[in-house]
């Protein structure tokens, strides 16, 4: 049984397209997170929620929109594409929102954006 | 801007020896430190946190947090084959807000 799964696994498109990445755990976990890693392997905290509730929202275009409808589900859609974009997505959970807590990685979704 | 440098080419080692990484933080407040394996095409996996100065040994793991020269190490005893991996620092006020660095390759050579 996977803990955090991600759909779809690879998604290739083109520039100017709206696309959505889903994110599901079935940890029981209250917060969950976006992570983006670029071609350098950088990985760079996008979004966390918990309890449904935006928490954290870094620096990301407002292209990026994250979703919650429940707390097991955390789906980003991305709005008009650009090259830049093209990345690997990572959605993550943790138990809650805990200084402590170990965070979950799911196994990535990889965007290419031609 | 909170930065995590890791700034060590790939490391080689061949198996059974020693791996070192290091790891360079700029928030003095950070008290959260973590650090990620990541095998090639898959997602980080923990293997060691630490919250205090001083070593903390799990297996063959060990890391080393200095907070009063900011920097944080990770020691990989009796490195295998299956250790070759990219390592990832995170660093953070905690676990909720991790700040990640870039990474250091690790090819164990058998």
């Known amino acids: 049984d996977t803990a955090v799964s991600q759909t779809p696994k690879y998604l290739v498109t083109q520039m100017g397209n709206d696309k959505s990445i889903k994110c599901e755990q079935n940890l029981g976990h209250d917060t969950m997170y976006w992570y983006k890693q670029d071609s350098k392997k950088f990985l760079k905290i996008m979004f966390s929620?918990?309890?449904?509730?935006?928490?954290i929202n870094e620096t990301v275009p407002n292209r990026f929109s994250p979703k919650s409808p429940d707390k097991a589900h955390l789906n980003l859609h991305i709005n008009s594409l650009e090259l830049g974009d093209s990345a690997v997505y990572f959605c993550?959970?943790?138990?809650?929102?805990?200084?402590?807590?170990?965070?979950?990685f799911g196994p990535g979704t990889r965007l290419t954006v031609l | 801007q909170k930065e995590v440098e890791q700034n060590s080419g790939p490391l080689s080692v061949p198996e059974g020896a020693i791996a070192s990484l290091n790891c360079t933080y700029s928030?003095?407040?950070?008290?959260?430190f973590f650090w990620y394996r990541q095998y090639s095409g898959k997602s980080p996996e923990l293997i060691m946190s630490?919250?205090?100065?001083g070593d903390k040994e799990d297996g063959r793991f060990t890391a080393q947090l200095n907070k009063a020269s900011q920097y944080v190490s990770l020691l990989i005893r009796d490195s295998q084959p299956s250790d070759s991996a990219t390592y990832l620092c995170a660093v953070g006020p905690g676990a909720n807000r991790l700040a990640f660095g870039k990474g250091n390759q690790v090819v164990v050579i058998p």
């Open positions: 929620y918990n309890n449904k509730e935006l928490i």
């Open positions: 630490i919250y205090s100065n």
């Open positions: 928030d003095r407040g950070s008290q959260s």
């Open positions: 993550a959970s943790s138990q809650e929102w805990s200084e402590t807590d170990t965070q979950y």
